[in-house]
């Protein structure tokens, strides 16, 4: 990748400039995620960020059967969990080196361009944090471009699913102008959902300015329901969920860090946070969206999820939940 030499100050200009312009040209692929009667699910092991984890990624995809011809040419957007700015908070926010691994994975298997978008939900200053937690030196140093996607432009389309009390969305127009959207969320357990993960991780694609901060307006018509709505509307096409160190307890940001030692990969995006979950030790039939998105998102039953690379099972790693917390203790 090349080497760019800029001023904080200038790549914060640029990026931000990048973001509200959103000047990329193609669009996104059309029609709904489907149900299937099986998928698959890649589980990778890694000891910790200084591994490669470009190549667990690209194994990840390979195992997957994903084609060249369905990477390569094409415009990526990486969507991380970047919450809080976390300084000295490894299990807040996707890590840097799990983003730079997937760029790198990307644009090895034959990618156009890879450019990195978050919305943050707590935090209007999005800059800042990716400058907090080291994001904004891989970026410079690697050349890719941030939407901050809480200022792009939107457009707005209907509620098709209903689930939730919103009669339309309004999405950033980053979203036309790419042809893959990866959702990178950090593996953790959460204070009203249960487990926040890879479907939850995309009520970072809607902007602050029209949802406000954090995201109140989704959290008055329903967490679970706005689950369901955003990832029918949005259709990601693949997930890489950060477990290397996960947060459990009081999640997403009072937790404590958990080291579970994987990065779970999918292009299904209910039968990854399933697999996630049984990995944290859970039952993903008692999580009420995962329940209700295996009807018509895909599955999260274990027959139907044909598990590559490591058991889960060899790689169990039990998240405490917080009896006190009601959302918590419909799981125990």
Request: overall charge negative.
């Amino acid at each position: 990748m090349s080497q760019v030499h800029w001023t904080r100050r200038e790549f914060l200009h640029t990026v931000f400039v990048t973001g509200v312009a959103a000047t990329y040209g193609a669009s996104l692929l059309q029609g709904c995620v489907k149900h299937q009667e099986t998928t698959n699910t890649f589980i990778a092991k890694v000891a910790d960020y200084e591994s490669d984890i470009a190549s667990s990624i690209i194994a990840g995809i390979r195992e997957l059967s994903i084609t060249p011809s369905e990477i390569k040419g094409k415009k990526i957007l990486l969507k991380p969990n970047l919450i809080e700015s976390g300084i000295g908070g490894i299990h807040l926010t996707t890590h840097p080196l799990v983003i730079r691994g997937a760029i790198e994975a990307f644009l090895k298997l034959g990618a156009k361009q890879v450019v990195v978008g978050e919305a943050s939900g707590h935090t209007r200053d999005t800059m800042r944090i990716i400058e907090d937690v080291g994001l904004i030196d891989i970026l410079s140093e690697d050349d890719i471009p941030f939407v901050d996607l809480n200022y792009d432009d939107v457009y707005t389309i209907p509620n098709l699913q209903h689930f939730s009390k919103l009669k339309t969305l309004s999405l950033p127009e980053t979203l036309h102008e790419v042809d893959w959207i990866v959702s990178m969320p950090k593996m953790k357990t959460h204070h009203w959902a249960g487990f926040t993960l890879s479907m939850k991780n995309l009520f970072g694609i809607l902007p602050g300015i029209i949802y406000g901060w954090p995201k109140n307006v989704l959290h008055y018509a329903g967490i679970d329901e706005c689950i369901l709505d955003i990832n029918a509307a949005v259709k990601p096409h693949f997930a890489i969920v950060d477990g290397i160190v996960g947060m459990e307890g009081d999640g997403p940001i009072m937790g404590t860090p958990r080291s579970a030692g994987v990065l779970v990969m999918g292009r299904n995006l209910p039968a990854v946070d399933a697999t996630c979950v049984r990995i944290m030790g859970y039952d993903p039939r008692k999580v009420s969206y995962l329940r209700k998105a295996s009807e018509f998102l895909g599955p999260i039953e274990e027959p139907y999820i044909n598990q590559h690379g490591e058991a889960i099972r060899s790689v169990l790693a039990k998240f405490s939940l917080e009896e006190k917390i009601p959302a918590h203790r419909k799981l125990l």
